[in-house]
């Protein structure tokens, strides 16, 4: 079973083998890590725009690279274009996070009524995909997770929480493979203290 995927803001100092969980949005990395669900939802800064940058400035990942988490309702978000950045910086995953997904009732419907909704980021990961990518589609709701399984998206990132277990058995019976997705933001391990060389015995004469 692949390891649940949680959001990383640097990848400085990650070993490979925890690469591959890390959603990467630099974007984020000005904010504490505990506010960053909620950030990420806010107008206060452009996450596919700083995730583009980064990749952009930075040498191509030659092994175990992160996952590219994507505003995907971004009216802006020129596909071809951001497919073309990801490839060149050898990242293969596209996930939708932060997804319109989190917005309850009125928000959610007046989102909703001009076409910022889970299908229509759904359709942007399968233009991705279409350009030789690998979606991953955070799917947040039953009902999400049936659009993405109907749009033919057969890896469903789902939250933790009460429905996990529901929502996991619910892909699996559909043919598809349920991920984790954590809050929890990834973070480098610390660095062990350096060890304290141990004092010679002096040896009298």
């Known amino acids: 079973m692949r390891s649940p995927i949680r959001p990383a803001a640097d990848l400085e100092g990650f070993p490979g083998t925890l690469r591959p969980s890390a959603a990467f949005l630099p974007g984020l990395r000005p904010f504490p890590a505990p506010s960053w669900p909620l950030v990420a939802q806010l107008p206060v800064l452009d996450v596919n725009g700083a995730l583009l940058a980064d990749l952009s400035a930075r040498e191509p990942f030659a092994a175990d690279p992160p996952i590219a988490a994507l505003f995907a309702c971004d009216p802006f978000l020129r596909v071809p274009d951001a497919a073309a950045t990801l490839a060149r910086a050898g990242v293969a995953e596209v996930l939708n996070w932060p997804s319109v997904q989190a917005h309850e009732g009125e928000t959610a ?11 229509a980021e759904f359709r942007t990961l399968l233009a991705f995909a ?10 947040a709701t039953r009902g999400a997770v049936d ?5 033919g998206l057969r890896r469903v990132v789902l939250p933790s929480g009460e429905a996990w277990a529901t929502l996991a058995s619910h892909v699996a019976v559909e043919g598809g493979e349920a991920i984790l997705w954590s809050d929890e933001p990834l973070q480098a391990p610390a660095a062990s203290p350096p060890q304290s060389a141990r004092p010679r015995r002096r040896i009298r004469l």
Do not use: I
């Open 130 to 139: 279409a350009c030789g990518l690998q979606p991953l589609a955070f799917a």
């Open 109 to 119: 419907a007046a989102l909703a009524a001009v076409g910022y909704r889970a299908e």
């Open 147 to 151: 659009a993405a399984l109907a749009a």
